[in-house]
């Protein structure tokens, strides 16, 4: 996603989320991982990618939020994601390897949600919703001036989406193994 605003100007109802077998000869469009489960307006993303672009989705506030995060873009973000939710995954007998990554891993997932409270400041909320509904209503000439600097604007998948998609998730996970 190269710029959040530019995406959530698409006609209302068009962002929405549509799953699929996982395919693993396709490649995500934002993370580039090979394994794809779930696409978006005819583009298919992988189980990380996929709540950041199908922001019409009902319960999108439940499952995402807006950060503040200019330093990389979204598909780092979900790469990032991604290692950390599977650090996470111990087995019945985990070694202390295992139990300090995922410990680390852990970490890493809270200090990306208090990213939140930079998106706030920056526009005052963290609620994809809330960008969503004003982001069409934004003149066109503001995004012309916008294109002269980066967006730091990213979205979130929370713990919840990883919840609702967990065997998705797994599923992913088992193929890149």
Known sequence: MTDLIQHCRASSGTLTLAHEALDTQSFCCCCG???V???VSGQKFCTVCAPAYSVDEPDIDAV?????????DQGFLSRLL???YAARYVSTDPTPLQLSMASSANNLLIELEKLRSGAKRMIG???VS???SVAPKIPQYNLF????????????PLE???????EDFKELITFRE
């Open 33 to 35: 991982i090979q394994g």
């Open 37 to 39: 489960s779930m696409s």
């Open 64 to 72: 995402c939020a807006l950060v503040w995060l200019p330093h990389i």
């Open 82 to 84: 991604r290692a950390a």
């Open 125 to 127: 909320t963290d609620q």
């Open 130 to 132: 809330a960008l969503r």
């Open 145 to 156: 001036l916008r294109l002269k600097r980066v967006s730091g604007l990213r979205i979130l």
């Open 160 to 166: 919840p989406w990883f919840d609702l998609h967990g």
